[in-house]
């Protein structure tokens, strides 16, 4: 399984455009890249998955260079409420011989200043 | 509510005691783990059950003993605890195969989370 290296901790303020970078270095052909949240005493929640280049959806961006060895999550304009921990994994596409080969790492926490 | 529920939400419980934590999944999913999460701690995974068959036991101590009844329903028997396993225990259900409307890596939908202290 790929490891995947992020920041421990980043602060940021209301409005501004948060950018989290994680490194796999050792991602496989077969791997995706998916990145979760988690609030305080819940569990995490899906936010993005990608495999190549740029996708989109209304919460976040996935930007993923074209050597897959890193991914950046953006996150636009960001809110107190988006004070959380956000997880990226690495993961191969569904199968049964993968089923449970999802491993979370620290994770990033996001700290949002008013 | 994210169609994943655990309860109970809160379990205090003495080293003797035996309990057990129940989660429910209403996603027609057909794959169920279980995962810890210690303060200051990643998750971890504990257990993965596909198609009802337990496909993943990651060293867990005996004292965690998961049941799949079905694919909607997950249990965690708990029996003689120490108080390091006090945790957030977290649920997680996900689509494994079929379709979906996709491909990619598997996405897993979280329950909220029994929150355990042993004394």
């Known amino acids: 399984l790929a490891k995947t290296t992020q920041p421990i901790s980043m602060d940021s303020y209301e409005g501004q455009e948060v950018n989290i970078t994680c490194s796999h270095n050792n991602i496989a052909t077969n791997d995706y890249i998916t990145w979760y949240q988690q609030f305080p005493s819940q569990g995490p929640r899906f936010i993005i998955q990608?495999?190549?280049t740029k996708v989109t959806n209304e919460v976040a961006s996935l930007f993923i260079p074209a050597d897959r060895k890193s991914s950046t999550l953006s996150l636009p304009r960001v809110s107190l409420s988006d004070t959380a921990v956000y997880y990226c994994l690495v993961a191969p596409r569904r199968s049964s011989s993968n089923t449970g080969k999802l491993i979370f790492g620290q994770g990033t926490t996001l700290q949002v200043k008013p | 509510e994210t169609g994943v529920t655990q309860t109970p939400r809160h379990l205090v419980m003495g080293m003797t005691n035996k309990k057990s934590l129940k989660c429910e999944q209403h996603l027609g999913h057909n794959a169920m783990y279980w995962y810890k999460q210690s303060a200051k701690k990643p998750l971890e995974l504990m257990f993965v059950?596909?198609?009802?068959?337990?496909?993943e036991n990651n060293s867990v101590p005996s004292r965690f003993s998961p049941e799949c009844p079905n694919s909607s329903h997950l249990f965690l028997h708990l029996h003689t605890l120490q108080p390091e396993d006090s945790a957030l225990y977290l649920c997680a259900s996900s689509h494994e195969t079929g379709s979906w409307g996709g491909s990619g890596a598997n996405v897993l939908t979280f329950g909220a989370g029994s929150r355990l202290t042993v004394l």
């Open positions: 059950y596909s198609l009802e068959e337990r496909v």
């Open positions: 990608g495999y190549k």
